[in-house]
């Protein structure tokens, strides 16, 4: 098979897997919430950089991208919370979170986790401190792509984390917006990924879209139908070379 065949073959199947998603239901047995931050931060927009997707109005795209995600993670912790405790979601308060409630797992980049801290100090963030945890995907305050990536969230998840969900057989929520958790669900079981650190063959980990009604999301995207195309074409493209050099699966787990 071509270069360009087995692009077109990963573009087609991202199409498909973007059309059949659907939200799972939490679950109790779900101990953290791992929310892959985004394009922006939790309080500021997206700047386009050269690196971005090279699409008209992007920043309209995924504007605010990385709150919406924080947002979804911070009602998933509320969700599973209520389910523990089987009571009414908005019955749940932080000392409930804080006694039965799973942990919050954010691991963006320096300025990302800057920004989150200062929301947290500043009480925007309606979790328990001691629920949260901040990882560091990268030294750099402001870092390139290159250096913090999905490859690089993964590569740098706490390994003692992953470790106990991965001895009490339970699982992570991922969230995540629905392009991206495309990626996330092949770079979950990447060959050099489990070389790396083999726990993660072993974890069960589910997959969250950042807007807890999916079809909202997909119709905001199909909006932008062409910039959708564009995204999966690069997708596409990206998955082939990652899956080449054993940083992917070439098809999701």
Do not use: C
């Not at 950089?49 to 795209?61: G, V």
């Not at 209520?82 to 963006?108: H, M, Q, S, W």
């Not at 920004?115 to 990882?135: T, Y």
């Amino acid at each position: 098979m071509t270069e360009n065949q087995e692009v077109f073959k990963s573009r087609r199947e991202l199409v498909k897997e973007f059309r059949e998603f659907e939200n799972p239901t939490p679950t109790v047995d779900i101990d953290m919430v791992w929310v892959f931050s985004g394009h922006s931060t939790y309080d500021e927009q997206l700047h386009p950089s050269p690196h971005a997707y090279p699409i008209t109005d992007y920043t309209e795209l995924f504007r605010k991208e990385d709150r919406q995600r924080i947002e979804r993670g911070i009602r998933l912790v509320r969700e599973i919370t209520a389910l523990r405790l089987k009571k009414p979601e908005e019955e749940v308060t932080e000392d409930n979170i804080k006694n039965a409630g799973p942990i919050f797992l954010y691991n963006g980049t320096g300025r990302q986790n800057h920004v989150l801290r200062e929301a947290i100090a500043n009480g925007k963030i309606a979790l328990p401190r001691d629920n949260i945890i901040i990882s560091e995907i990268s030294p750099e305050f402001d870092p390139t792509p290159q250096d913090a990536n999905t490859k690089t969230q993964f590569e740098e998840f706490p390994a003692d984390l992953l470790q106990q969900v991965v001895d009490k057989k339970h699982k992570i929520a991922a969230v995540s917006h629905l392009y991206h958790l495309l990626r996330i669900r092949r770079q979950a079981k990447a060959p050099n990924l489990i070389n790396q650190q083999p726990a993660w063959a072993e974890l069960d980990l589910t997959y969250f879209g950042a807007d807890p009604n999916i079809e909202t999301e997909k119709d905001q995207i199909h909006r932008h139908a062409a910039k959708l195309l564009q995204i999966l074409r690069k997708e596409g493209k990206k998955m082939v070379e990652y899956a080449e050099k054993g940083d992917l699966t070439k098809q999701e787990t």
